[in-house]
C-alpha cells in the first residue's frame, strides 16, 4: 500500500509539473524567467544582400488599354557598379564617408541594426488586448540596383522561383543609394489604441539623402544600346545626390501612422499612410546636386533648391497639413 502511495504521489507530481509547463505565460512569469517584463530583441545584421526583385503584375494592362492582359513585372537586380555589381539591394550599418568606419552619429549605442521592445496588454473595454512593439532602428545606407521592367516568365513547376524574358527587358532607373539616419516607430497589433498599426513620431538625424539616381528613357535607345556610333544608349536624367530635411534645419521630423483598412461594402480594403502632426507639421527643404541630363557623363546643369514645401490633404472636414496615400490592388 505505502507503494501504491508514493506512486500515485510522483505521478501527481509529475502531471502538476507538466501541467504548469503547459500554462501561458503572463508578464510576471516571463519576467522571473527572463529578469524582465516583456522582451527585449536586439538584430544584430550588419549586411543583408539580395540578389534579384522581381514583383508580377500576372494580369498586365488590358488590351482596351494598350495593352496585352500579359503578365509583367517590376525587376531590381544588380546594375554592374559598385556594392550593386550582382545584387539588386544591399542593405549596410551607417558608413562614414570614405566607407572605411561606422558612422556613430547614424547608429545605435548597441550597433544593432535594430532593438525591440515587445509588451502585450489586456487593454481596455472589449477586445482590447494589443500587442507593442517599440521599435529603435539604425541609420541605413541602402543600396539599390538597375530597375526595370520585364515580361514574366511562367510560374515553375519544380522551384520556387519564376524569373523574367531577359529579353524582354527595359530599365527605367539605373540605381540609387539610399542613406537614413536614426529612426524609431512603435507597432501596435490587436486592439491598437495609438489608432494605426505603425506609428512613426521621431526626427531622422541628419535628413535623408538619396545618391546616384538615375531616371531611364528607353524610347530613345537604339542598336545594342551600349553608347558606341550607331548604339545610342537610353538617355538619363541623372541626379548626384538629394538631401532632404526640415526648413532650415538638418534633420528631418518623420511623422506617420499606417493602417490597414479592412472590407467595408464594395470596397475590398487597403492600406492607408497618413503623414504629417497637424499644424505643426514642419515644411520641407529640398537640394537637388548635379542635375545632368542625357547620361551621368554629361555636364550638370546646377543644382536645384526647393524651400519651404508643404503639402496638405483633406481629412473629411478640412484641409490639413500632411499628405495621405492609400495602396490597393485592381
Known amino acids: 500500500m505505502k507503494m501504491f502511495t508514493k506512486l500515485v504521489l510522483v505521478s501527481s507530481m509529475a502531471i502538476s509539473a507538466n501541467a504548469m509547463a503547459m500554462q501561458s505565460m503572463d508578464d510576471a512569469a516571463l519576467s522571473a524567467a527572463t529578469g524582465q517584463d516583456g522582451l527585449n530583441i536586439g ?24 495593352g496585352t492582359g500579359e503578365a509583367g513585372a517590376i525587376v531590381i537586380k544588380g546594375n554592374g557598379t559598385g556594392a550593386t555589381a550582382t545584387n539588386g539591394i544591399v542593405i549596410t550599418a551607417p558608413m562614414n564617408a570614405a566607407g572605411t568606419a ?43 540596383g538597375e530597375i526595370g521592367v520585364s515580361g514574366s516568365n511562367a510560374a515553375s513547376t519544380t522551384s520556387v522561383r519564376r524569373g523574367n524574358d531577359d529579353a524582354n527587358y527595359n530599365a527605367i532607373l539605373s540605381g540609387l543609394t539610399v542613406k537614413t539616419g536614426l529612426t524609431s516607430a512603435n507597432i501596435q497589433l490587436g486592439a491598437a489604441p495609438q489608432g494605426a498599426m505603425i506609428v512613426l513620431n521621431t526626427t531622422m538625424q541628419g535628413g535623408l539623402e538619396l545618391q546616384d539616381l538615375g531616371i531611364v528613357d528607353s524610347s530613345t535607345k537604339q542598336g545594342t544600346g551600349d553608347g ?33 483598412v479592412g472590407k467595408e461594402g464594395t470596397n475590398n480594403g487597403y492600406l492607408r499612410i ?57
Open 274 to 330: 497618413i503623414t504629417g502632426s497637424g499644424d505643426s507639421t514642419p515644411a520641407t527643404d529640398v537640394y537637388i546636386k548635379g542635375v545632368h541630363l542625357g547620361s551621368s557623363e554629361a555636364k550638370s546643369i546646377g543644382d536645384v533648391e526647393v524651400q519651404g514645401l508643404q503639402t496638405y490633404y483633406n481629412n473629411g472636414t478640412a484641409n490639413v497639413k500632411g499628405s495621405m496615400i492609400t495602396i490597393s490592388g485592381h
Open 228 to 260: 558606341t556610333t550607331g548604339n545610342r544608349a537610353a538617355g538619363q536624367i541623372y541626379l548626384d545626390s538629394i538631401k532632404v530635411s526640415d526648413a532650415s534645419a538638418a534633420d528631418l521630423t518623420v511623422n506617420a501612422k499606417v493602417s490597414v
Open 102 to 144: 561606422l558612422d556613430t552619429s547614424r547608429a545605435l549605442a548597441s550597433h544593432n541594426l535594430a532593438d525591440l521592445v515587445i509588451d502585450t496588454d489586456k487593454g481596455t473595454g472589449t477586445n482590447g488586448a494589443f500587442l507593442n512593439v517599440a521599435a529603435a532602428v539604425s541609420g541605413l545606407d541602402i543600396y539599390v
Open 43 to 66: 538584430i544584430g545584421i550588419s549586411k543583408i544582400e539580395i540578389e534579384k526583385v522581381l514583383i508580377h503584375d500576372n494580369d498586365g494592362l488590358a488590351t482596351t488599354a494598350g
